[in-house]
């Protein structure tokens, strides 16, 4: 597997909107889109900078993995997305090396992208995603 760039950061938050205005701040560009991911139980709010974007996490659900995360661990960085061409050969790839997989197929995330995640406890602590936009 050879990550093209790192697609997005995903930071948990409370509320998008005490931190969109932080983030338009400190980025100097404005939030370009606000989604919600039903499956996901989240809200979502997109920043672009150059090939890589900021996406704010808000929880829609306290037993979604975001509302969990929040609570036991606080606002943060929550995963980290690299952009792979052939994210099913990827994802094999990550199995044959024994990462655990939380997606064994990808599924469709934010922005239409094909996403699917890696277990943090066999990434060291770092949930992981992996995607790819098929357009
Ligand atoms: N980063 C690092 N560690 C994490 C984590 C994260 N984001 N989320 C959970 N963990 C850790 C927990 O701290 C816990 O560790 P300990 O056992 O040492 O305490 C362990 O993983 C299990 O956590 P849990 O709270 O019991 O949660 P679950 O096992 O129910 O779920 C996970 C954890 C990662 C499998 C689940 O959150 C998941 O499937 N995540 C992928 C989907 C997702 O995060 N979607 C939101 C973003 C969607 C989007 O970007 O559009």
Known sequence: MKPTHIEHIGIAVKSL??????????????????????????????????????????????EGPVGKFIEKKGEGI??????????EGALEEAKENGIRLIDETPRKGAEG????FLHPKSSYGVLTELCENKG
Request: glycine share 4%.
């Open 113 to 116: 992208m094909t996403i699917a």
């Open 78 to 87: 929550h995963h980290i997305a690299f952009a792979v061409k052939g994210i």
């Open 17 to 62: 909107d005490e931190t969109i205005p932080y983030y338009e701040k400190l980025l100097g560009t404005a939030c370009y889109a606000i989604e919600e991911v039903k499956d996901q139980k989240v809200k979502t709010a997109f920043f672009k900078i150059g090939d890589t974007k900021i996406e704010l996490l808000e929880s829609t659900d306290p």
